[in-house]
């Protein structure tokens, strides 16, 4: 222990409490005259009681710490995770065994803590094997950043390695500073099997319309045989194929074209016809919702003049049935803009023609807009729009081509697409960098000379209540062009101009009053939407009650209000049975009563079924690359035993230094009073007043 003074002189300020202590007691008793019936002893004591208290008292007033360094002893933690999900629901009573183990052995020298993990990890103890999904990459995620500067030992991990949601936990091992120590249960014995294990498709399809549905398909111990896969919509066959299965575990993906002939929420089914031998046969299906819409869509093209990217671009839209395009060149444009779905500007403003009434028509309007950006741009006035995009200005240009973003999510191009994209002639572009508001998507960045940028070539999403769309670079009629000549056809150019217009166009609600929400929730999501309220200057408000009814199809009602939440609202009404449902949403603004009506569907969700037969090739790829073990569950003696003997897993001392002021110190104040309080006494028992 030591003590230290917050003063640059505290050695003379001692020396000075000293000596007023001092003379001040000395004063008190030996040159006062009402003291003299004291003898020299008397004095003497009273004079030290008294010195001890004031020098007690102006240290207080020098503020004086005492630093104290104490040892602090951190058990090693040992966590303990398990896979809580149906396909480990068997082997309940196996974990509590395990666990009960754990306890017995390890709950001296160490600090078990327990994980559960499924559909969400969390701190939790109790093993009940109901969660609807595995999410080993969740877990990982967590613990990492649980147990950041702590002493964790290990983690213990039990499971049969099947995860169907996340990302590959093998992927994010490396990240982990600990070994993990994998504990594998269930059955690996592969059996005859076919099943879909995903099924990738859009939200919204125009009627008469054509949308992409991608199916990822698995076949085990069925070589040399032929798949059936049959899709069905409201219980009547709309496609069917035959899948050749090569190898006794083959993966296929499949890319399908569907028509959407019924407008409304549409119901889809997709089959593998059973095989001999399968036991499970729930994985055989699949269900699926889209919404089919049926209105008409109008588009409208302005450009400064004629141009080649024009013609490509409505070649490829004229392509769709539900969409009609009106081409304006030169200066003239349309009065009114409101009766258009999207409107495409191929670059303007530009340098001959700043457009400004133009703009300024469609800034105070809600439509869409999709800007074609090349070098006759006017790039000052663009960026004073300030729609999500901004770009340098500069005279030069550069040939670039695309580099498509891997988590764009807005809408889905095939590989294909994609690939002949990639390789697609460059574009004309404006030299110079490029700024994306975060509200906006990248889908392609540019690659220059095949050196990837930041630089923005396509972006989309909303700004301000609003779609926005930017290609950056002239010249898509090349890519038109070369399309035909590689592929003999025009359907990749054609699936990225069609996707491009269809996200853009989709009409969002231009209501004061919104409510958003998917079409689909699968059985196990939380049913979540948003509503947003706007006054009659389009600002966003939220003090108004948003109260809404959602009924099924059963005709059962339920009543909730929303949560305010910043500037808009949201409702979490949880988890719902499978089904389809319609809704009304309410509110009252002022004199205005506001109301919002649609429908969604919940369909079940079987995915811990899809796949039963464990993967122990999973657990065994996170304890190599970790430096821990796997052992299968009947040996996790030898694993306990493991754990005991690694030298790694040990206690950890360091030391941490306290400071406190003496004025915090109340066995300081007791003291002082007890000295005051002695003399005080002896004051009055030897005569003194």
């Known amino acids: 222990m030591e003590i230290s003074f917050d003063h640059s002189f505290a050695g003379l300020f001692i020396l000075l409490s000293v000596l007023f202590a001092a003379g001040i ?104 094997g109901t969660d609807r999904r595995s999410n080993y990459g969740q877990l990982i995620k967590t613990l990492k950043n649980n147990y950041i500067n702590k002493n964790i030992g290990a983690l213990i991990l039990f499971g049969d390695g099947i995860y169907n ?12 500073k600990f070994p993990v120590y994998t504990l594998g249960v269930g059955d690996t014995t592969r059996r005859t099997d076919a099943l879909i294990r995903n099924v990738k498709t859009n939200k919204v399809a125009f009627l008469k319309n054509k949308f992409p549905v991608e199916i990822e398909l698995k076949f085990s111990k069925l070589k040399n045989q032929i798949a059936y896969i049959d899709i069905e919509n409201n219980q009547q066959q709309v496609y069917s194929s035959t899948v ?14 569907l028509e959407a002939k019924n407008p409304g929420l549409q119901h889809y089914k997709i089959k593998i016809r059973t095989f001999d031998g399968e036991v499970n046969l729930k994985n055989n299906e699949y269900e699926f919702v889209i919404q089919i819409l049926e209105n008409k869509q109008r588009i409208l093209i302005l450009s400064d003049g004629p141009h080649p990217d024009l013609g490509a671009v409505r070649n490829s839209i004229s392509e769709l049935q539900n969409y009609e395009v009106k081409l304006v060149t030169g200066n003239p444009s349309p009065d009114s803009i409101s009766a258009y779905s ?32 090349g070098p006759n741009s006017l790039l000052d006035q663009l960026n004073s729009l300030d729609v999500g995009l901004k770009i340098s200005d500069s005279k030069n ?16 191009l095939s590989d294909e697409t994609k690939k002949t994209l990639t390789i697609a002639p460059p574009l004309v572009a404006p030299f110079g960098s490029t700024e994306l508001s975060p509200l906006l998507q990248n889908l392609a960045k540019q690659n220059i000379r095949n050196i990837p940028t930041s630089k923005t070539l396509m972006a989309f999403g909303s700004e301000k209540g609003r779609k926005f769309g930017f290609i950056v670079g002239e010249g898509l009629w090349r890519w038109r062009l070369n399309d035909y000549q590689s592929n003999g056809n025009h359907e990749a150019f054609d699936e990225f101009i069609q996707k491009t217009i269809q996200y853009l166009a989709l009409k969002q609600n231009e209501d004061n009053f919104n409510v958003y929400y998917p079409a689909l929730f699968q059985e196990t999501d939380q049913i979540e939407l948003t509503a947003e309220l706007y006054n009659d200057s389009y600002e966003l408000i939220n003090e108004p009650d948003v109260t809404i009814r959602i009924k099924n199809d059963s005709l059962r009602e ?30 009252q603004l002022g004199n205005q009563h506001f109301t919002e009506k649609g429908n969604f569907s919940i369909v079940k969700n079987d995915i811990e079924i899809q796949n039963t037969s464990a993967d122990f090739g999973v657990l065994y790829q996170l304890s190599q690359q970790t430096g821990g073990q796997f052992y299968p569950f009947e040996n ?32 300081l104040f007791f003291m002082l009073i007890v000295l005051l309080g002695i003399e005080w006494f002896f004051r009055k028992y030897w005569g003194i007043y």
């Open 25 to 128: 007691s000395y004063l008190l008793y030996f040159r006062n005259p009402e003291n003299t019936s004291l003898s020299r002893f008397q004095k003497l004591f009273l004079v030290s009681l008294r010195f001890i208290s004031l020098f007690l008292v102006f240290l207080f007033l020098l503020s004086p710490l005492i630093e104290r360094t104490k040892k602090i002893k951190q058990l090693p933690i040992l966590a303990v995770a398990f896979d809580n999900s149906q396909s480990v629901h068997a082997y309940n009573s196996s974990f509590n065994q395990f666990q009960q183990s754990l306890k017995d052995r390890f709950a001296k020298d160490y600090q078990l803590e327990f994980w559960s993990f499924g559909e969400k990890t969390e701190s939790k103890e109790k093993f009940d």
């Open 342 to 373: 999207l409107i495409i500007l191929n670059q303007l403003p530009s340098v001959k023609n700043s457009a400004s009434s133009l703009l300024s028509q469609i800034k105070a309007s809600r439509v869409p807009v999709l800007f074609l950006i």
């Open 244 to 257: 050749p299965i090569v190898s006794d575990d083959d993966f296929k993906l499949e890319f399908i074209n």
């Open 397 to 412: 240009t550069e040939e670039v081509q695309a580099l498509f973003e891997t988590n764009f999510s807005l809408f889905v």
């Open 636 to 667: 996790y003696g030898t694993l306990l035993d493991a754990i005991s003997q690694n030298n790694q897993i040990a206690v950890k001392q360091h030391q941490q230094t306290i400071q406190t002021e003496w004025i915090n110190l109340k066995m």
């Open 165 to 176: 949601q996340g990302q590959n936990p093998g992927n994010l091992a490396s990240s982990l």
């Open 558 to 587: 339920f009543s909730y209000q929303f949560d305010r939440t910043n500037d808009f609202y949201r409702l979490n009404a949880g988890n719902m049975e499978p089904g389809d449902y319609t809704f009304e949403a309410e509110t």
